[in-house]
């Protein structure tokens, strides 16, 4: 079992930038842990959870949704264990609560929310018009 915090929300004007911390922890994740996928998702009133980014631990390889594709990063540093949502030009509709996952795979980033089995608290982004 992997337990993921994270932090960094806020409230931001649009055209800002904030970044998203989700910290994991968990006798079964370490900084040499093979084979998980981390993903970061958002949920806005209303709206089903939909995915954002997703990076696998090992290889650092990434996916992004196309609605932040060249506005968001996404990045982990092994050593602190934790992964990282760097997002530039926000925009007011990616107002919501961002949610960390963490899911054991050998494949390539997962971008399905089903599929994860660790989730974090969440974390809410706000951003003014």
């Known amino acids: 079992q992997v337990q993921l915090v994270e932090s960094g929300g806020g409230l931001v004007q649009a055209g800002g930038s904030l970044r998203l911390s989700c910290a994991a922890s968990g006798r079964t994740f370490s900084r040499y842990s093979m084979g998980y996928s981390m993903g970061w998702f958002r949920q806005a009133p209303g709206k089903e959870r939909e995915f954002v980014a997703a990076?696998?631990?090992?290889?650092?390889?990434?996916y992004y949704a196309d609605s932040v594709r060249g506005r968001f990063t996404i990045s982990r540093d092994p050593a602190k264990k934790t992964v990282y949502l760097r997002m530039n030009s926000l925009k007011p509709e990616d107002t919501a609560v961002y949610y960390c996952?963490?899911?054991?795979?050998?494949?390539?980033?997962?971008?399905?929310?089903?599929?994860?089995?660790?989730w974090g608290q969440g974390t809410q982004v706000t951003v003014s018009s």
């Open positions: 990076i696998t631990w090992s290889a650092g390889s990434t």
């Open positions: 996952a963490a899911v054991q795979t050998f494949g390539g980033p997962v971008v399905v929310a089903t599929e994860y089995d660790n």
